[in-house]
């Protein structure tokens, strides 16, 4: 990241999804910016202080007429894939967390497996899906911080 990009960043309230769907929005993906809200707002977090700029910068364009739709400062939803891929791609973030908070859990002193039956809880939980897809949807997240990170 650039220092630039660095500054945008908080430590104390960003965790590894908003820094990651900065990253995102700062490469094009427009709506990157309300899932970075949604995110923050599903779990009780601040809004990140980034997401807060570029929300009120795209606002501020679309109420003064730079743009004759949301969609130009938002992007377009579902663009191009079936609404349930859609659906699956916009919550991979949530999925991740929702899988790791339990594996990090400790259940009769030994930590959950990340195994089937994890994914096919969360899947079950969350409506999302089969394990595969849990599972598909955590691994494309833990990849994509691996490569931002190194080793988790």
Not at 85 to 112: A, C, F
């Amino acid at each position: 990241m650039t220092p630039e990009e660095l500054e945008e960043l908080d430590p104390a309230n960003d965790d590894d999804v908003t820094i990651e769907l900065h990253k995102a929005y700062r490469t094009g993906r427009k709506e990157a910016l309300l899932q970075a809200i949604e995110h923050s707002v599903l779990n009780h977090k601040p809004i990140p202080r980034w997401a807060r700029h570029a929300f009120d910068e795209a606002y501020t364009y679309v109420t003064r007429g730079g743009a004759r739709s949301w969609d130009a400062v938002f992007g377009k939803p579902h663009l191009g894939k079936h609404l349930r891929t859609s659906q699956q791609e916009n919550r991979k973030y949530e999925i991740y967390q929702r899988v790791k908070r339990l594996h990090d859990r400790k259940w009769r002193g030994k930590q959950i497996p990340l195994d089937e039956y994890l994914f096919a809880h969360v899947g079950k939980r969350s409506g999302i899906g089969s394990a595969t897809v849990v599972k598909d949807l955590y691994y494309q997240v833990e990849h994509a911080l691996r490569i931002l990170y190194g080793p988790l």
